[in-house]
């Protein structure tokens, strides 16, 4: 009994300390675990290796439709089950402890760590752990590339209310259909890579010089060469490598009126030749976030102003 009284005090100082309601504050003081969430298989089994169970939040947001409440047809455009992503919410949104988050810099990871932090209660205690580059790897890839002993040593900052905000701020610019909140995303001194990557998702909407995304411009430049060849050489121009070769391949089906092909090599057309040129438009038909892209899409990424414009 009196172990349950000082209990219920501790609850009501936390109550008087903080204003957060009876229910809120008895949840800080309950006994609580950890939830580590990554971005993918990869970085799991090297977590693993240093006694860490960690969840994979596996979807490259930078594709295909991302709507709110959108799970159904996310799960369809990635063929998978929507029981799948059903199951990883559940994880996420279902935890009573603390939270360690483990990303990095690109635009593939910023998506994700926006679409977690969007999910958080506003209360919850997030520790965050990310890097953009690292000691003696020139062209940084990913967490993935780490042994387990560099993945333990990672910097870690906890997360203030501001900085979650920030995350909800991010996935209500991605989901909308409005493009106009991608390029409002301020500078944060914890979520230090988030601007950066809206912007270079930005960057993917038709450009108003030819209709093309900036990856759908490198991977033609890339021409001529197989598909794999020009998917590494348009990541190899990635401030921070994000795309992966499902998508670039994907992309390079979308251009296929830009091109011909003579056995695995793919070439420049004349119509591929004027688009790349920009004396002629080519908008393939694709989502970003919220937005259905098709040629009639009235938004365009302004290179000159560093902006998206309508019309």
Not at 68 to 75: E, F, M, Q, S, V
Not at 289 to 310: K, M, Y
């Amino acid at each position: 009994m009196t172990s349950q009284a000082d209990f219920k005090r501790r609850v009501r100082e936390r109550m008087d300390r903080t204003g957060k309601s009876y229910a809120t504050a008895r949840a800080h003081l309950l006994p609580r675990s950890t939830l580590h969430v990554t971005n993918g298989d990869s970085t799991v089994g090297t977590l693993a290796q240093i006694g860490i169970a960690a969840l994979a939040w596996r979807d490259a947001l930078h594709e295909g439709p991302v709507v709110r409440d959108g799970r159904a047809l996310r799960a369809a455009f990635l063929g998978i089950d929507e029981r799948e992503l059903a199951s990883r919410d559940q994880a996420l949104d279902n935890h009573r402890g603390d939270y360690v988050l483990w990303f990095e810099a690109d635009l593939y990871d910023q998506l994700q760590l926006a679409e977690i932090l969007a999910r958080l209660h506003p209360d919850a205690e997030v520790t965050l752990r990310q890097i953009g580059e690292h000691v003696g790897i020139a062209h940084f890839g990913g967490l993935g590339e780490l042994e387990p002993e560099q993945l333990r040593r990672l910097p870690q900052i906890t997360l203030t209310a501001a900085a979650l905000e920030l995350g909800r701020q991010a996935w209500a610019a991605l989901t909308a259909p409005d493009p106009s909140g991608l390029l409002a995303i301020p500078r944060s001194p914890e979520l230090r890579f988030m601007d950066e990557a809206f912007t270079r998702l930005a960057q993917e909407y038709p450009w108003r010089r030819d209709g093309l995304s900036l990856t759908e411009r490198r991977l033609l430049a890339g021409a001529p060469g197989t598909k794999y060849e020009l998917f590494e050489r348009a990541w190899r121009k990635e401030a921070r490598p994000f795309l992966g070769d499902t998508f670039a391949f994907a992309a390079l089906d979308r251009l296929a009126p830009l091109v011909h092909r003579d056995g695995d090599v793919l070439h420049l057309n004349a119509a591929g030749e004027r688009v790349l040129a920009g004396e002629a438009e080519h908008v393939t038909e694709r989502w970003i976030g919220g937005v259905h892209i098709t040629s009639q899409t009235p938004w365009r990424w302004d290179d000159a102003l560093e902006t998206i414009q309508r019309g």
